[in-house]
């Protein structure tokens, strides 16, 4: 199957500063991806579709100007955490499907932020 | 407003049971439904149906769906230790490529 590479798989930050999230697809082109947030014993929580050349389509009750999605090129995603707080603290999943294909969605092995 | 509803939410058998994990589902305009187990880290995929009455199978677990009912089953047979784990059902729309997820079944199976 179709690979999603996301990077870092853990991060520590201290509070006020920013994070990145980078999500590749390794072997597919990928015009739309999405960024999902996980609490703990929670399911996936869809944050943003993330469109190649576009601006990302963020669900109801999540800040675009603090979940920063930028999605340049048919094969990566970034995800910017800006001014992260403690609260930010979460797993980060991101997702991409063969566009076109009825196929599942492939995921990344997900990001643990720790906000400190 | 869509709606993916698993039920039940935990459960706890022990090694070598059956178990039977249930998927409903309101959307418009239905694609597939799709199984994940989810472990540590992120989803793998189990299972995608499109059409009723097509059971998909995969060594122990197999999955069946009834789009007149709207609802889908998970089977796991003869359940082991690595079984457990959360196991997410999704839905997909047609014109639609993001995926509508539910709340997750937490299956813990004690040796």
């Known amino acids: 199957g179709a690979v999603v590479s996301q990077h870092p798989s853990r991060v520590i930050c201290k509070s006020g500063t920013s994070v990145k999230i980078e999500c590749r697809s390794l072997?597919?082109?990928?015009?739309?991806m999405f960024w999902y947030r996980q609490f703990p014993k929670q399911s996936l929580m869809l944050m943003a579709t993330?469109?190649?050349?576009?601006?990302?389509?963020?669900e109801q009750g999540v800040e675009k100007d603090k979940f920063l999605i930028n999605h340049a090129s048919l094969t990566l995603s970034t995800l910017t955490v800006t001014s992260a707080h403690p609260e930010d603290s979460s797993f980060y999943i991101c997702?991409?499907?063969?566009?076109?294909?009825?196929?599942?969605?492939?995921f990344g092995q997900g990001t643990r932020l720790t906000v400190v | 407003e869509d709606k993916v509803v698993q039920s039940p939410l935990s459960l706890v058998v022990h090694e070598g049971d059956t178990v039977t994990l249930n998927c409903s589902y309101e959307?418009?305009?239905?694609?597939?439904l799709l199984w994940y187990k989810q472990e540590k880290k992120a989803p793998t995929f189990l299972f995608m149906l499109?059409?009723?009455?097509i059971e998909k199978k995969s060594g122990r677990l197999s999955s069946i769906l009834d789009k007149k009912e709207l609802f889908s089953i998970l089977n796991i047979t003869a359940t082991q230790t690595g079984d457990s784990a959360v196991y997410l059902c999704?839905?997909?729309?047609?014109?639609?490529?993001?995926?509508?997820f539910g709340q997750g079944t937490r299956l813990t199976i004690n040796p």
């Open positions: 997702s991409a499907r063969v566009q076109g294909a009825e196929t599942e969605a492939f």
């Open positions: 072997d597919f082109q990928a015009t739309t």
């Open positions: 993330s469109n190649e050349g576009s601006k990302a389509t963020y």
């Open positions: 959307v418009t305009n239905f694609r597939s």
């Open positions: 499109t059409s009723s009455g």
């Open positions: 999704a839905v997909g729309r047609r014109g639609a490529q993001k995926l509508v």
